[in-house]
């Protein structure tokens, strides 16, 4: 991956921010876990200077609140991210070659192509797998993007 020309990160949520689990209480509300590892590696990209980006098909209002704790642009309840990407990169000026985009699933896989470099965490689909350009060692919601942060820092987390 040749991190010089990246400009934007996107982030699926489900699956990368988050192990894919989601937990319902009694009344029907909705919980995920999130990983404060992750947290701090979106703040560590901040200060290199990448632009990021969560992108989510999810309608669940944890997806907002996630991205407005982290301070983080967020187009959530996308039914085609593809499309969504496209039209985010034409309005912010950025080429679709300059964006790494990482997921997880088949619902990722049409914006991942579009995008000049794709990332996936460990346990992704093999669809996701097999057009990845960057595998984290990591399985989503386990520090996915902490990872990446070190990466991107040439592995230190100044």
């Known amino acids: 991956m040749d991190i010089k020309n990246i400009k934007l990160i996107v982030y699926d949520f489900d699956g990368v921010m988050t192990d894919n689990r989601v937990y319902v209480d009694q009344d029907g509300r909705e919980m ?6 992750d947290g701090l ?71 991942m192509k579009l995008a000049g470099y794709g990332g996936a965490p460990a346990d992704a689909e093999p669809e996701i797998l097999a057009v990845a350009d960057w595998i984290s060692t990591k399985a989503g919601g386990a520090g996915v993007i902490r990872e990446l942060a070190r990466i991107l820092s040439g592995g230190t987390d100044e």
Do not use: M, W
């Open 32 to 37: 995920a876990c999130v990983n404060r590892g």
């Open 41 to 111: 590696g979106v703040g560590l990209i901040r200060k290199l200077g990448y632009r990021q980006l969560i992108l989510s098909t999810e309608v669940n209002p944890i997806v907002a609140r996630r991205a407005e704790k982290l301070k983080l642009p967020v187009l959530h309840r996308v039914p085609d991210k593809a499309t969504a990407l496209k039209e985010y990169c034409a309005n912010e000026g950025i080429q679709l070659s300059q964006v790494l985009f990482i997921g997880n699933d088949v619902n990722d896989l049409e914006a």
